[in-house]
């Protein structure tokens, strides 16, 4: 799934996503499979999957296009 991030905060490690679609999806540090998690700001494009989450679905094998 293609998608572009919507905030993202570096001390926290979490943001938002957003999905061609529009859909608002969770995401975690944790879920950065390839990129720089310090080089993320809003608009970046992204490549991920949607999994189950603690609290409801969440990004996971996040690509950063950065």
């Known amino acids: 799934m293609e998608g ?12 938002y996503l957003t999905t061609t679609d529009g859909e608002e999806i969770f995401m975690h540090i944790t879920g950065i499979i390839e990129g720089n998690p310090k080089l993320i700001q809003a ?14 679905p969440q990004a996971a094998k996040i690509r950063l296009a950065r």
């Open 43 to 56: 608009g970046d494009p992204v490549e991920f999957v949607i999994s189950p989450g603690k609290n409801g």
């Open 4 to 15: 572009k991030i919507k905030q993202y905060d570096r001390s926290r490690g979490f943001g």
